[in-house]
């Protein structure tokens, strides 16, 4: 039951980016559409998990160990971009055009606060490793679902007429601001 609140909580109550406000700029930049979302969350959701089992690892075993936590920083830096190297070479082999459309933003998943929040989040919240992986896991998931309902309504957005001052991110940050809202309805269920 504790795995299952943990996913419910990473997903809707504090999602990474609609309550916590952490990997915002690939949030905005790759969400004009489903199929760019979609690619963006999954090569989130890869880098994510891994570099929590890697972090968590290197944290409880490296760094505490040799009472030089003080590298955590530094370290967890240097394991997400090598993920994210990683990931970009299977997404230049496997389907170039994703790699395409995700353009600068993939090699930002690097810097994404996001990622390196959630790595140090488990950490703070004294998880387990599995605790770790599902927290992970559950946040790439609400990070994908929070860019899936943005591209979506960016879509549809395209078909209306919207005065030229709000086309693009002015009328992104708004629906941003009202899906946030609306995710803190969220906040009384766990």
Known sequence: MEY??????AIFVNNIVLAQFLGICPF??????????LGMGGAVLFVMTLAT???????????MKFNIVFMQTIAYILVIAALVQMVEIILKKISPSLYQALGVFLPLITTNCAILGVA?????????????????????LGFTLALIILAG????????PIPSGMKGVPVALVVAG???LAFMGFAGLV
């Open 153 to 160: 309504i960016r879509e549809q957005l395209e078909k209306l």
């Open 53 to 63: 089992i890697v972090t968590w690892l290197i944290m409880n075993y490296i760094l």
């Open 28 to 37: 905005l930049g790759v969400s004009s559409k489903i199929k760019t979302s």
């Open 120 to 140: 140090i989040m488990v950490i703070q919240k004294n998880y387990d490793l599995l605790q770790s992986v599902v927290f992970s896991i559950g946040t790439a």
């Open 4 to 9: 299952i609140i943990i996913i419910i909580s």
């Open 178 to 180: 009202i899906l946030a």
